[in-house]
Nanobody, 121 residues
Framework: LRCSAGVWGGLVQAGGSLRLSCAAS????????IGWFRQAPGKEREGVSG????????MYVDSVRGRFTISRDNAKNTAYLQMNSLKPEDTAVYYC??????????????WGKGTQVTVSS
């Protein structure tokens, strides 16, 4: 799994938007649940959002619900996390992961390396 924050990287001002991409290879992407996680300095990793293998079902942690949108394109083996109305507290390293156990998107089989997202105030 390869996570990226797009051409402009992961630095954005508060109130701005960013889209993360998660490109997969080496396994059957469309058979797997995808989860987005983040870890801020000094904090434990937390689940942000998950999407079922077919894309019909999604889940969000309360702190991002209404601001973040998870999606996937199984034809492109890619998942996305659209992040709007970003806040400084969203600053973290973001990871995508793949698993097989919806709705428990924490139960992962594969992890991406992570990408830094920094939201300036």
């Amino acid at each position: 799994l390869r996570c990226s924050a797009g051409v402009w990287g992961g630095l954005v001002q508060a109130g701005g938007s960013l889209r993360l991409s998660c490109a997969a290879s080496g396994f059957t992407f469309g058979d797997h649940v995808i989860g987005w996680f983040r870890q801020a300095p000094g904090k434990e990793r937390e689940g942000v959002s998950g999407i079922s293998s077919g894309g019909r079902n999604t889940m969000y942690v309360d702190s991002v619900r209404g601001r973040f949108t998870i999606s996937r394109d199984n034809a492109k083996n890619t998942a996305y996390l659209q992040m709007n109305s970003l806040k400084p507290e969203d600053t973290a390293v973001y990871y995508c992961a793949a698993g097989s156990n919806w709705p428990n998107y924490y139960d992962t089989d594969y992890w991406g390396k992570g990408t830094q997202v920094t939201v300036s105030s």
